[in-house]
């Protein structure tokens, strides 16, 4: 029985799923990231999490063929640690993630980059299949990012596609990550919530947290900017066209660099906005791309919010089956598109 499971760990949530062989999902659960305790108690709302998606797909955790997990922070896949998770409630010594999963489960762990994962789920089954060559950029908490070339994650060192913390403006705003005018320090989630609230501090009138309190949140959500902009609330449309022309000016810049020829929009802002504000997006870039009259193709993540989940269930050994006939057959229809 060839199941699987995938967990998203993401600054506000955490998705998980249960997929088949075909990686159609068979129970699927998200919950809320824990902002208090450590990283044992963040795991332990994993562990519970996929619980939860496993009986809705009417399976044990055990008798799952491995779990696959997509997580910030620094990635040591080998020894099955992450340290340095910045967005989760104090991580930074790193913490043996891998084995406290697999305990709880009984099954098989592996972990990824959550970027990553989410960038190989939209490349192997996603809006990324048609293209040798895609810059993904995953709008949320942070600004994550990737490049696929010749269908190939490329990795550098190790620290290739970190779109967020390319430098848009020197000596620009403080970004999350300690240095200054990163694209994340204007349009990552965080420091968007970080700005509003200083801004309402000195006066500014916003509906944006009113918003959240109605919602139940303590943060603001994609859903709380999605629902100020269809108030028209003048101040989020600041914000965001502030972050647009941000992610437009990164992402120009690394198209000039790569010459890509599309680009997939996710996180949970890029999903929830939707089509309508990734070719926003696309309008940003053309004032800084070297060849305007040849953009990229621009495509929201075809996997949704499931993207980092789904992706990362394709850790699991065997998961691909990189010459399976249901692959070729899916790789030349998209061809066809």
């Not at 349009?187 to 918003?211: H, N, P, Q, S, Y």
């Not at 810049?253 to 070719?279: K, N």
């Not at 949704?304 to 269930?313: E, K, L, N, P």
Request: with cysteine.
């Amino acid at each position: 029985m060839h199941i699987r499971g995938g967990i998203d760990l993401g600054g506000t949530k955490i998705q998980a799923v249960i997929v088949d062989h075909e990686h159609r999902v068979l129970g699927e659960m998200r919950t809320s990231t824990p902002h208090e305790g450590g990283p044992s108690d963040v795991a332990a709302t994993m562990a519970a999490t996929l619980g939860e998606a496993a009986k809705l797909a009417g399976v044990e955790t055990s008798a799952l063929l491995g779990v696959g997990v997509g997580s910030p922070g620094f990635v040591d896949a080998r020894n099955g640690t992450v340290a340095r998770a910045g967005n989760l409630p104090r991580w930074q010594e790193p913490f043996h993630l891998a084995a406290a999963l697999s305990e709880a489960l009984g099954a098989p762990v592996e972990l990824g980059n959550d970027v990553g994962v989410a960038l190989d789920g939209e490349s192997f089954l996603g809006a990324g299949r048609p293209y040798d060559s895609f810059v993904g950029v995953f709008w949320g908490t942070g600004i994550g990012g990737g490049v696929i070339l010749h269908h190939q994650r490329w990795l550098g060192r190790g620290a290739a596609g970190e779109l967020g913390h390319m430098v848009i403006k020197r000596n620009g705003a403080r970004c999350p990550c300690g240095r200054r005018g990163c694209v994340e320090a204007y349009a990552g989630r965080r420091a968007m919530e970080a700005r509003a609230r200083r801004d309402v501090e000195r006066g500014e009138k916003t509906e944006l947290f009113d918003i959240m309190e109605k919602k139940g949140r303590t943060q603001l959500s994609a859903g709380v900017f999605a629902k100020a902009l269809e108030k028209h609330d003048r101040y989020t449309e600041w914000l965001i066209e502030r972050a647009l022309k941000a992610l437009g000016a990164g992402l120009a810049s690394a198209c000039t660099l790569l010459d890509v020829e599309a680009i997939v929009v996710g996180g949970g802002l890029g999903v929830r906005l939707g089509q309508p504000y990734a070719e926003k997006i696309r309008d940003a870039m053309l004032p800084h791309l070297f060849t305007p009259d040849r953009p990229p193709a621009i495509h929201v993540a075809e996997l949704g919010d499931r993207a980092g989940a789904i992706g990362a269930s394709l850790l699991v050994p065997g998961a691909k089956g990189e010459n399976s006939p249901a692959r070729r057959e899916r790789n030349a229809a998209s061809r066809g598109r």
